[in-house]
C-alpha cells in the first residue's frame, strides 16, 4: 500500500497535464513502514531530461535527486519513489520503464494521461522473481 495526500496527486496530474503530450517525472519522499507500505509526505517535481523522445521516456534531472538527498540526510524521510507520466498510454509501467529499473525498492506512481486529460494514478513495485512489475494499492486521502 502507497499512502498520497490528496494535494500531492493533484500537483502530480496538473504536472502530466502540464507535460502532454510529453512525459512529467520527478521524486516521491517519505517513508517505509513496516510490511512494506508507503507513506508520500511530498514530491520533488524535475524537468525531464530523458534524451531522445519524451513522449515515452523519462529522467529525473540528476541535480534534483542531488539536491534532495542532501536536504534529507540524517533526517527520517527519503527518497521512496518517482512519478511520471504515460501520455495516451496504460497507467502500467512500459518495458522501458522496466529496463530503466535500477532501483528496485523505488516505487513507480504513473499518471496515464488520455488526451490531455490525467487519470488516477496507479502505484508499482518492481517484483523481480516475477521479471517486471506488480501493481500495489494507492490510497489517497485529504
Known sequence: VIQVPDPLVARMKQAAEAAYPRECCGLLIGRQQGGGDFTVTETAASRNVAEGDRKDRFEVDPQVRFDVMRRLEGGPEKIIG???????????????????AFEPEMVWLIVAVDNGLAQRPRAHIVDMAAGGFREIELRTYP
Open 82 to 100: 518517482h512519478y511520471h507520466s504515460h501520455p495516451d498510454h496504460a497507467g502500467e509501467p512500459s518495458a522501458t520503464d522496466f529496463e530503466m
